[in-house]
Structure formats: structure tokens, C-alpha cells
């Protein structure tokens, strides 16, 4: 069940949607978002915090519904995708580009790059 503040972060408003952290042994955790029985978007941050990746899934699902509620927790969770339909095609828009959603699953690894201190001589 979501808690109030995930709720209140989400702007969601139904019982259908719940969100769940797990962690992971070598630091780390997942975020799990389930619509009804369906994990529409996991995604993974390292343990320095940094964004690994994002796992996105219809569960064969594709609706309104599903895809508002994957852009509701993309806008709430900074995550910077978003999910819309065109010519009966899901498609996720990420980074300035556009993809598209084959079988109603989608993986978005994504690359940060961490700064490196040099010392001097």
C-alpha cells in the first residue's frame, strides 16, 4: 500500500498503485511501482545515488491509465521519461529522443558520468 507521502508525491489518488523499495546486498535499491498486478516502472539507483537503470512494462496493459500513471511517476521521481501513443504505437521519449515501446516493455540504461578529482603533481 502507498504511504501518504508517496501518495502525496505521486498526486495519485487510488488504492491501485503501490510503491515498494528494495534493497539491494552490494548497496543500492530498486523502486517498484505496481498498477494493480502489473510492475509498470522499476528503476534502480546505485548506492552513491546516481540513476542505473529503468525498467518499463505495460504487462500488455496499454492504456490510459497505464501510461499516465508511468508519466506520473517519471515527473514525481525526476526520472525523465515520458511514455505517449502515436498511430496505435507506444513510443517512451528519453533524452531528447524517441523510441519505441516494443511489446510493452521498454529498459532504459542510463549513463552517468561521475567526476574524477586530479591530483596534482
Known sequence: MLKQYEIERLGITTNNTQ?????????????????????IVKFKHHASGFLAQILLDTGGW???????????????YGLGFHVYQ????????????????????????VVHQIPVSRSRY
Open 19 to 39: 510503491v515498494e523499495r528494495v534493497p539491494q546486498t552490494k548497496g543500492g535499491e530498486w523502486t517498484i511501482v505496481t498498477l494493480h498486478n502489473t510492475d
Open 62 to 76: 496499454n492504456t490510459v491509465t497505464t501510461r499516465r500513471r508511468m508519466n506520473e511517476v517519471s515527473q514525481a
Open 86 to 109: 502515436k498511430n496505435h504505437k507506444l513510443y517512451v521519449a528519453y533524452k531528447g529522443n524517441d523510441y519505441e515501446f516494443d511489446e510493452g516493455k521498454f529498459t532504459i540504461n
